[in-house]
């Protein structure tokens, strides 16, 4: 009877420290999974869901601050809905980030562990794609840098640049509106946002 009852003490003590080792090994590839994120993965998991908490009040490199509800990510840019008036749409390059202030309710969407995906064209899709879209439309943009901004039609995007001709905001590109063109190095800019 006693030996049944040190078997049973015996088998108890060995299933609670086997419970344990197996929380600390829980834990432990859950904070090397957090290590590994990238601030890209941790916006598609705050992205596209309606029911994802609210708009993100993300601080840009040239020191401004924007309200934006995230409509999709490409592989260095997100596409998002401003807080200005009449909610225009706005291209952020992922690098012109400086920082994101985030709920509490925001910050665990963020950190969830999401199921693996298929991976989607969109994710290959860089920012002078994009833009080169924009411009094949024609499409009237104002372009923010970290120095300023200007107006215009963007006429052309390499690699790692665009050309900007820059004309009144609300006119149509047109050759004698055109007051420079301005060639415009894609490192320097920090919001792509269509004009009205």
């Not at 108890?12 to 859950?30: F, M, N, P, T, Y």
């Not at 809905?81 to 225009?88: E, I, K, M, Y």
């Not at 665009?162 to 050759?175: K, N």
Request: aromatic share 4%.
């Amino acid at each position: 009877m006693r030996w049944d009852s040190l078997f049973d003490d015996l088998a108890g003590q060995l299933d609670d420290e086997l419970a344990v080792d197996d929380d600390a090994v829980r834990i432990e590839a859950e904070r090397l999974r957090r290590g590994r994120l990238m601030l890209r993965e941790r916006l598609v998991a705050l992205c596209g869901d309606a029911d994802a908490p609210g708009p993100l009040v993300v601080e840009l490199v040239d020191g401004t601050t924007w309200r934006l509800r995230v409509r999709s990510i490409g592989k260095d840019w997100l596409q998002a809905d401003s807080g200005t008036p009449g909610g225009r749409e706005v291209v952020v390059p992922l690098d012109a980030i400086a920082a994101i202030a985030m709920t509490q309710t925001q910050i665990d969407w963020s950190l969830d562990d999401v199921a693996v995906r298929e991976p989607r064209l969109l994710d290959r899709l860089t920012v002078s794609f994009l833009l080169r879209d924009l411009c094949r439309r024609r499409a009237a943009v104002i372009v923010r840098t970290r120095t300023g901004s200007w107006t215009g039609t963007v006429d052309r995007v390499g690699r790692d640049h665009l050309d900007l001709a820059v004309h009144e905001p609300g006119s149509p590109r047109r050759s004698r509106s055109i007051e420079q063109i301005r060639v415009i190095v894609l490192a320097e800019v920090v919001v792509v946002e269509r004009a009205a």
